[in-house]
C-alpha cells in the first residue's frame, strides 16, 4: 500500500484516505510506525452516511487537548460556543458535521433566512460545505429566527449551536 509510512503523508494523502473510507463500508483505517499513528473511522452513527472522522498522532501537540472536548472561548470573544440559555419555547439548530457555514446558496444570493423570519419544517436554513459537498440545513420546527449563531463563511464543528428558533 502506497500510505505505509504516515511521516510521509501529506493533506492531500490523509484527504483521500478519507474519502476512501467515507466512500466504503470500512469502519476504522489505521496507519501505524514505531512512534506515529494516523486513526481514520466513521463513528457508527454516520457508518452508510459518508462521513468520516480522522485522528492522527503525527506530530506531538505542544499543548495536549483531550479529543472530544470543546474549547471554551472567552465569553467576550466574537463567535464564542459558550452554551446561551434558551427559553422553553425556543430550540437549537446544531451543525450534524463538521465544515463551512454558508447562509446563502450563492455568494450574491440573498440569505436562506435572517433573523425575524419565519421558517417551516423543512425549509433550509444554511449549507455546510464538507469536502467539497454542499449540505443544505433545513429546520427540524416550525417557527421564528430569534439568533443566527454563526458569521458567514465561518468554520462550524459538529453540534456547534448555527440558530435559536421559537416554536410556533
Known amino acids: 500500500m502506497p500510505y505505509s509510512d504516515p511521516s510521509t503523508m501529506n493533506v492531500q494523502t490523509i484527504k483521500e484516505l478519507i474519502e476512501i473510507v467515507s466512500q466504503s463500508d470500512i469502519a476504522e483505517l489505521v496507519v501505524e510506525d514505531d512512534d506515529k499513528k494516523l486513526v481514520i473511522k466513521r463513528p457508527s452513527a454516520f457508518i452508510g452516511q459518508g462521513q468520516a472522522v480522522v485522528s492522527a498522532n503525527l506530530i ?5 487537548v483531550e479529543v472530544g472536548q470543546p474549547q471554551q472561548a472567552p465569553a467576550d470573544e466574537p463567535g464564542s460556543t459558550e452554551t446561551e440559555l434558551v427559553a422553553a419555547n425556543q430550540i437549537t439548530v446544531n451543525a450534524p458535521m ?3 457555514f454558508y447562509v446563502a446558496p450563492a455568494p450574491d444570493a440573498e440569505p436562506y ?7 417551516q419544517v423543512g425549509q433550509p436554513l444554511c449549507i455546510i460545505e464538507a469536502m467539497k459537498l454542499m449540505n443544505e440545513i433545513e429546520a427540524e420546527v416550525s417557527g421564528k429566527i430569534v439568533k443566527v449563531l454563526v458569521s458567514n463563511a ?4 459538529y453540534g456547534q449551536p448555527l440558530f435559536v428558533i421559537e416554536q410556533d
Open 98 to 100: 463538521v465544515g463551512t
Open 154 to 157: 465561518q468554520p462550524v464543528e
Open 60 to 64: 506531538p501537540p505542544a499543548n495536549p
Open 113 to 119: 433566512v435572517k433573523v425575524g423570519d419565519r421558517v
